[in-house]
């Protein structure tokens, strides 16, 4: 397996394909370190997480929806 450069890296952007053999390489306790610091850049990312902390977001669930459970039960019975 070919070794990546940090010339290399500079001339054009990195790919998956180049990067994962490279971390399938690391041990497990840097493979943790990097899964945090991808997880810590996620957070603030906000095309990725677009919630804002501290406010609350009300979101719809089944709960109480009896009409839902009835067409649902419906079309279970047919």
Known sequence: MRLITQTE????????TKLIPAVR??????KLRLIRILAEELEVAREIFPFESDKTYYLP???NSFGAAAILAEAMAT
């Open 9 to 16: 890296t500079l001339e054009q952007p990195l790919t998956l």
């Open 25 to 30: 390489m690391l041990p497990a306790l840097d």
């Open 61 to 63: 669930t089944p709960y």
